[in-house]
T-cell receptor, first 111, second 115 residues
Framework: GEDVEQSLFLSVREGDSSVINCTYT??????LYWYKQEPGAGLQLLTY?????DMKQDQRLTVLLNKKDKHLSLRIADTQTGDSAIYFC???????????FGSGTQLTVLP | GAVVSQHPSWVICKSGTSVKIECRSL??????MFWYRQFPKQSLMLMAT?????????EQGVEKDKFLINHASLTLSTLTVTSAHPEDSSFYIC???????????FGPGTRLTVL
């Protein structure tokens, strides 16, 4: 089956930028998503990008997609303590009926 | 995006009892809802796809007689964990799909603890 991989942990200082990376194997990916999960909560959709786009910016969030390398990243500018959470990358392909999730990256923001 | 609620938020039950979890799409008519479970420090695992008015589609390895899914209306799907055992303790999350970007919106989850 298709695979989505992320690094497990990332620590940054408050005010710095965070970059969370994700790689995937599905060459027919149509949409790619970033979700945020805080402890004991469900998943919050942060943003998504269509596979024919290279970049999408939404306030402090910037998504970069390198379709050739099947690499997706999420940059959070001016990271705050409230950004501490687990971030999941997910993708869905042309004929797939469900999302494929990465393992999640635990982002810790240090004061 | 769509607003999804779940009830209850958490439940503790004795081994052998059955537990029903409700998932409601509050502002969106969902012909399809998804049920996931998540173990601590792990990603989400899709259990089944719930189709309004028809039988749910279960993922490989998920026992349909143990995890009963009913999707009787466009706004409500229920997951019943029958004869629950401690190994069924988990975080159960439902989701609906819709929107221009084929987005999936998730409920807040239900924490099930089986003693």
């Amino acid at each position: 089956g298709e695979d989505v991989e992320q690094s497990l942990f990332l620590s940054v200082r408050e005010g710095d930028s965070s970059v969370i990376n994700c790689t995937y194997t599905d060459s027919s990916s149509t949409y790619l998503y970033w979700y945020k999960q805080e402890p004991g909560a469900g998943l919050q959709l942060l943003t998504y990008i269509f596979s024919n786009m290279d970049m999408k910016q939404d306030q402090r969030l910037t998504v970069l997609l390198n379709k050739k390398d099947k690499h997706l990243s999420l940059r959070i500018a001016d990271t705050q303590t409230g950004d501490s959470a687990i971030y999941f990358c997910a993708e869905i392909g042309g004929s797939a009926r469900q999302l494929t999730f990465g393992s999640g990256t635990q982002l810790t923001v240090l004061p | 995006g769509a607003v999804v609620s779940q009830h209850p938020s958490w439940v503790i039950c004795k081994s052998g009892t059955s537990v029903k979890i409700e998932c409601r799409s509050l502002d969106f008519q969902a012909t399809t809802m998804f049920w996931y479970r998540q173990f601590p420090k792990q990603s989400l695992m899709l259990m089944a796809t719930s189709n309004e008015g028809s039988k749910a589609t279960y993922e490989q390895g998920v026992e349909k007689d143990k995890f009963l899914i009913n999707h009787a209306s466009l706004t409500l799907s229920t997951l019943t964990v029958t004869s629950a055992h401690p190994e069924d303790s988990s975080f159960y999350i439902c989701s609906v799909r819709g929107g221009a970007g084929n987005e999936q919106f998730f409920g807040p989850g239900t924490r099930l603890t089986v003693l």
